[in-house]
């Protein structure tokens, strides 16, 4: 799950960490008032107009102005607000602006980058921070990652001051400003830890003219399986900003994954979900999404699935690939058979039983009247629906 720039400011500043801090308006009414009350707290005319979405970027696509006066923030929350903003990172669709984050305006002497994730290859956290931080930081990890300071930390041990001090000093920091940035990275693994957030991001973090640490950027990722822990960030979410087909599916209990393919995928388990994915290409498809059923798919279960695969207009076959395990193979084909009869379905079904009761499965499926492909196994299956899909791409 992620959040916005101005909720994930909110959390930094509770583990301590100083933020450039500013009011978040979602109408143009409310723009005077939030405009004025954020020049009379920072005492200064000038603000910061921010778009709030769900990607970065926003700098380079118009989505973050610096306003001199009231009349010139007003003007970029009216041309923001309301507008579709288009980043590298929100594709060429791009994404509404339901609200703007208006900030103080701070002298900027140096932009850094600083971030926690999971190194999953050590099975350790990793640090990292750079001197090159802002809007280039891609460009920055891709043509010189030595500009990128690293160092790992144990989860069982947690982070030490020294740990601190070695990324501190990757920055070059020194005196006040080297004890501010170390007190900051320790606050950001606490703040990571406690909220069990799979990214903790600021970019950047800025020194200021008068010699401050602040954080002008934040961004979260939260593990999914450990929402529950935390209502008061469950409460951050923001539906707007995710794909409403995935939305749906997640009422259902089912793991979907929108892609770019018109083959549609109907799996139980992620790995064997990611094999038919492979398979799929391999045999010259593109697979229209990921989603995985789960260890306990039945005919509610198999009818939902259908439903979310084609509400994708792209969808031109659709791939059943289950192995029984816990699920018995004869219950999935009877809810296959349900769900095509009472869908109606237009999309030819190519479905791929394996394990418990495969062989009942399969005369089930032979007798039931219905028009089902059925396939052997993964390499039949995935050449016949990648044949079906472009048959009927053409009619």
Known sequence: MKIHEYQGKAILKSFDVPVQDGEVIDSPDQAEAAIER?????HSPAVVVKAQIHAGGRGKGGGVKYSPTKEKALEHVRNI????????????KGQRVRKVYITQALDIAHEYYAALTLDRSRGKHVFMVSTEGGVDIESVAANTPEKI????????????????????NALHLQGDQLK?????????YRCYEETDASLVEINPLVKTEQGDIVA???KF???????FRHPDIVEM????????TEVEAGKYHLNYIKLDGNVGCMVNGAGLAMATMDIIKLSGGEPANFLDVGGAANVETVKNGFK??????????????????????????????????????TVPVVVRLEGTNAEQAKDILARSGVQIIPADNMKDAAEKVVAAANQNQGE
């Open 38 to 42: 954020v020049q009379q707290r920072f």
């Open 81 to 92: 607000l309301g507008s579709t903003l288009v980043t590298h990172q929100t594709g060429p």
């Open 149 to 168: 300071a690293k160092i790992w930390i144990d989860p069982l041990v947690g982070m030490k001051p020294f740990q601190a001090r070695i990324l501190a």
């Open 180 to 188: 501010r940035a170390m007190s900051i990275f320790l606050n950001m």
């Open 216 to 218: 002008l950027d934040a």
């Open 221 to 227: 990722n939260f593990d999914d399986n450990a929402l």
């Open 237 to 244: 979410r923001d539906l707007f900003e995710e794909d409403p």
């Open 308 to 345: 979310i695969i084609l509400s994708d207009e792209h969808v031109r076959a659709i791939l059943i690939n289950i192995f029984g395990g816990i699920v018995r193979c004869d219950r999935v084909a009877n809810g296959v058979i349900q769900a095509v009869k009472e869908l109606e379905l």
